[in-house]
């Protein structure tokens, strides 16, 4: 319905929802009070905010109503809805305030309820994902206090998605990161930045998956230096050992003792 319409606009018009439309999501929104199309409103956030930005941006208190008590349940579910659809550059930024209460939320306090995915799993991905591809960098607030707040599941995800995402999926390769604006000089960076700052043994397991069995993608001599600072600080834990189990041989020709 509001697809079809917005391509009746212009390509110079500054909203692409026709008023009535935007009426009647006023109202649905006013109305509900039920957790399921409250997801809705969140997974198809980014449907309407493309085509008016202002409008939806007007309405963010109301999509997800992070202040009012009375409407947690409601908040948790349009924010479930909206982590678990793709991340956009432009929405992440708009939403930062959004991300810093989520990361702030005790995991305690959820809703007792079956979730499409975890929201610290879901959570710690769309923080992945704009460290990995857009421009958050360690030294970011957001960044900082994701990591500062106690809570393994989402940093032991945030580090093995950005494995299984970017260094060990099939079609991990130069072109691939080059292509999907990765830089390896980020990534290995941040391996040296956890293995001084994580002090969570279960979260540094997630580098299992930046081992890929087939093609190192990373520089393969810093690899086994880390994974062997790794292995030492983790209690010798890692989520996924079938890259590095792969790769034993070729590391131990480059460094006997390290793989060792």
């Known amino acids: 319905f509001s697809y079809r319409d917005a391509q009746l606009f212009p ?41 008016d930005k202002e409008f939806i941006v007007g309405l963010f208190p109301e999509i997800f109503p992070k202040d009012d008590p009375a409407k947690k349940d409601i908040y948790l579910a349009s924010w479930e809805g909206y982590l678990s659809n793709t991340l956009y550059d432009k929405l992440f930024v708009e939403l930062k305030d ?105 979260a540094l397991a997630g580098f299992g998956f930046w081992v890929n069995p087939n093609n190192e993608v990373l520089d393969e001599s810093l690899v086994i230096e880390k994974m062997a600072q790794t292995l030492e600080k983790s209690d010798g834990d890692i989520d996924w050992d079938y890259g590095l189990l792969r790769r034993l041989p070729i590391f131990a020709e480059k460094n006997r003792e390290k793989t060792s």
């Not at 390509?11 to 009647?24: F, G, Q, R, T, V």
């Not at 997801?39 to 905010?49: I, K, T, V, W």
Request: with cysteine.
């Open 11 to 51: 390509k110079d018009e500054k909203s692409k929802l026709a008023p009535d439309i935007k009426a009647l999501y006023e109202e649905a929104l006013d109305k509900e009070n039920t957790r399921a199309i409250m997801f809705m409103f969140g997974h198809y956030l980014p449907s309407f905010y493309f085509r």
């Open 98 to 202: 959004y991300y810093s209460h989520a990361i702030t939320l005790d995991p305690k306090d959820y809703t007792q309820r079956k979730y499409s995915k975890g929201l610290d799993e879901s959570l710690a991905i769309h923080i992945a994902l704009a460290f990995a591809h857009l421009g958050l960098e360690i030294d970011d607030p957001l960044f900082e206090q994701f990591w500062d707040t106690p809570n393994v599941k989402r940093h032991q995800e945030f580090i093995s998605f950005i494995g299984r995402s970017c260094l060990t999926r099939d079609q991990a390769s130069d072109q691939w990161l080059s292509e999907n604006k990765v830089s390896k000089e980020k990534l290995l960076n941040f391996w040296d930045w956890a293995l001084k700052n994580v002090t969570e043994p279960e």
